[in-house]
T-cell receptor, first 112, second 111 residues
Framework: NAGVTQTPKFQVLKTGQSMTLQCAQD?????MYWYRQDPGMGLRLIYY???????DKGEVPNGYNVSRLNKREFSLRLESAAPSQTSVYFC???????????FGSGTRLTVV | AQSVAQPEDQVNVAEGNPLTVKCTYS??????LFWYVQYPNRGLQFLLK??????LVKGSYGFEAEFNKSQTSFHLKKPSALVSDSALYFC?????????FGPGTRLSVLP
């Protein structure tokens, strides 16, 4: 069982570059989420998609965009990366909003 | 607004001793409660959940948690700690719509 798959696992960007973090789940879950994890800050919600066709901002959406491509896939895009976006990014999915999550293994992003 | 508190940043316990990681919550209505564990350089893994029913919930790796409605707590426990239990533990709560994580507690089990 793959669960939630995130790519890439590691990435180094220069300030101003763009990139897309990919996330796919094979559990037929309705809801998907993007979090960032920073030392001492816990997990902070960037964007979420309660169901296919919908996306909403979380706690820290500035500098990011998302696309719920289909029920399986939820991508996170950084249009112009900044050093403040250096973080570990986690994608998660759940059967429905507010229910238990399954997490991907994370993407460690460094912006220099 | 919902919130989850984990009052201890760090918990140290000797191997073989019982461990407790504390969690309190504030959720309107009946809460759904969860514990997750994060090992170094890994994603969060589900440990256990309380949705309804018996207040004592048993989960993975010998962990259990007790739901206490009057104290709005959901403490994680294990009778005998292992060095391999050393990790970051997150409590989470949901009202069925919104999901909130606590800040995490780092557990160190000393040999």
């Amino acid at each position: 069982n793959a669960g939630v798959t995130q790519t890439p696992k590691f990435q180094v960007l220069k300030t101003g570059q763009s990139m897309t973090l990919q996330c796919a789940q094979d559990m037929n879950h309705n809801s998907m989420y993007w979090y960032r994890q920073d030392p001492g800050m816990g997990l902070r919600l960037i964007y979420y998609s309660a169901s296919e066709g919908t996306t909403d901002k979380g706690e820290v959406p500035n500098g990011y965009n998302v696309s719920r491509l289909n029920k399986r896939e939820f991508s996170l895009r950084l249009e112009s990366a900044a050093p403040s976006q250096t973080s570990v990014y986690f994608c998660a999915s759940s059967p429905r909003a507010g229910y238990g999550y399954t997490f991907g293994s994370g993407t460690r992003l460094t912006v220099v | 607004a919902q919130s989850v508190a984990q009052p201890e940043d760090q918990v140290n316990v000797a191997e073989g001793n019982p461990l407790t990681v504390k969690c309190t919550y504030s959720v309107s209505g009946n809460p759904y409660l969860f514990w997750y564990v994060q090992y170094p350089n890994r994603g969060l893994q589900f440990l256990l959940k309380y949705i309804t029913g018996d207040n004592l919930v048993k989960g993975s790796y010998g962990f259990e948690a007790e739901f206490n409605k009057s104290q709005t707590s959901f403490h994680l426990k294990k009778p005998s700690a292992l060095v391999s239990d050393s990790a970051l533990y997150f409590c989470a709560a949901s009202d069925g719509q919104n999901f909130v994580f606590g800040p995490g507690t780092r557990l160190s089990v000393l040999p």
